[in-house]
Structure formats: C-alpha cells, structure tokens
C-alpha cells in the first residue's frame, strides 16, 4: 500500500500518523476506486483498534468481517497496481 500510494500520489508517507494520511488521503481521491480503498482501509483501522481495546467484545463475526475486508483491499491493490489510475513515476 505505502509503494502504491507513494507512487501514485508521488509523496511520501510521513513518519508520524502514516496509517491515517494514507487512509484520509485516499479517501479524499478524486478516483472512486481509490476512496474505496480508503474506506475498506479505515473500517480495517477501526476494527483493528477495537481488537486492540475491547478484546472481549470483538466477535467471531468481526474477524471474517476484516479478513474479507483485507481480501479486498488486496484485490483492489492489485487492480489499480496493473491499471494505474495515475500518471505512474518511472
């Protein structure tokens, strides 16, 4: 993803809240198939932070519900890695 979007946006990533200027970034694209990603991405974030402070909350149902997320996100990824949306830096 930090390849892609360093790629593609020609910025890097910075060292502090990288996680949520990808996802904001993305988001905020004026490509739907990059908001897309961004929002999968912050549905992953957020239920990742669920996991992380409510563990005993954080149901069977949720963790099918990342996994599918992650397998589209990676989908979506490999999509736009081979039809860049973007004018691509050589």
Known sequence: ??????TSFRKHLPSTD????????LEN?????????GE?????RNNRNHADYFKRKFRLNKVNSSKKKSE?????????SKNPLRLMKK
């Open 29 to 37: 694209s004026p490509f739907r198939k990059e908001n897309e990603l």
């Open 18 to 25: 990288s996680h949520g200027t990808l996802i904001r970034e």
């Open 72 to 80: 589209e996100v990676f989908s979506l990824l490999e999509q736009l």
């Open 1 to 6: 993803m930090k390849d892609y979007y360093e």
């Open 40 to 44: 999968k991405l912050r549905i992953l």
